[in-house]
């Protein structure tokens, strides 16, 4: 398994083939997800072969925007099956990296402690100080794309999402559950102040 290669490959695909109004799948969030991965997975003792296809699964989790928008998480698994064998993965660890990307589907579905990781660390930034940056790149996506016109519709969103979202690892529990309420709770009161809160 030629980890590096296939890192160097999938890397490229989100730079050169993502159109421009895609500011949230982009390689900067796939970057900060793989550090995040490897950040927990250390927390989380997990090593080895693991790791490695930890690794890449965080590389590969939203390379189907280059082909699709809904459903993209299918794309990915599709690029992972066809491009990976090339770098020496085996059948099974492909299967592997595909259902750790199919478990950050919204609403995520993780069955084992890889998978659980991933999905944490697709949305760390749940928790962390650079929470409204990475929001405002959300928000410019969703503008762009015609879902959302307004701070309220996309204030309720967040909302919503935050509420209904948890995180699986006690690593990410504990050091991103605290902030993520104190977003939540800015948030419900800036919709108090735009007329949307109750």
């Known amino acids: 398994m030629d980890h590096q290669r296939a890192n160097a490959f999938i890397l490229l695909k989100p730079r050169n083939e ?20 490897i950040d927990i997975a250390e927390k989380e003792h997990v ?11 965080a590389l590969f989790h939203d390379v189907g925007f280059t082909v699709q928008d809904l459903d993209h998480e299918e794309a990915g698994c599709r ?37 659980m990781i991933l999905c944490d660390a697709d949305l760390d930034y749940l928790g962390r100080n650079d929470f409204t940056r990475v929001g405002a790149t959300l928000f410019e996506e969703l503008k762009a794309y015609g879902v959302l016109s307004t701070e309220l519709e996309w204030d309720t969103l967040q909302v919503r999402f935050l509420e209904e979202h948890r995180f699986f690892t006690r690593t990410s529990q504990v050091s991103r559950d605290p902030l993520k309420r104190r977003h939540l709770e800015q948030l419900r009161e800036r919709l108090k102040e735009l007329g949307g809160g109750g």
């Open 18 to 37: 993502l159109p421009a109004q895609r500011t949230h799948p982009c390689l900067e969030h796939t970057l900060d997800v793989y550090a995040s991965v």
């Open 47 to 57: 090593a080895g072969e693991d790791l490695l296809l930890l690794k890449t699964a």
């Open 79 to 115: 690029i992972a099956r066809a491009e990976l064998p090339r770098f020496g993965y085996s059948p099974d660890q492909v299967e592997r990296i595909g259902a750790m990307i199919m478990a950050t589907r919204i609403p995520h579905d993780p069955h084992d402690l890889v998978s």
